[in-house]
Each structure stands twice: as C-alpha cells, then as structure tokens.
C-alpha cells in the first residue's frame, strides 16, 4: 500500500517550488505554461518513483 502522506509531501514540495515558474504568466504564453506543466508533472513522477524504491 503506498504511504499518502508521503506523495501529498512530494506533490506539496515540488507545487511549491513551481511558484517560481508560474508567477509572471500571462494568458498569451500558453506555450510556456504548457511546458512548465510538463516539467512539474515530471517531477512529480520522479518524485514519486524516488517514494516507491525507498519504499521496496
């Protein structure tokens, strides 16, 4: 079963960390955004693949 609260943590620190990223967006850079979305879903994956072999 794998630990929520740790992958709450996980998704809470990389949101946080992406503040940076989307603080001067504006609705003309779609693209932009579209590619910080893609970086913060692939943290997340790591994130939650880094979970998962501390927890094997």
């Not at 955004?33 to 893609?38: D, E, G, T, V, Y």
């Amino acid at each position: 079963m794998p630990n929520i609260s740790r992958y709450n943590a996980a998704i809470y620190r990389v949101t946080q960390n992406s503040r940076s990223f989307t603080k001067d967006l504006t609705a003309s850079k779609a693209e932009q955004a579209l590619n910080i979305l893609k970086r913060i879903l692939n943290r997340l994956y790591e994130e939650k693949n880094k979970i998962n072999s501390e927890d094997d």
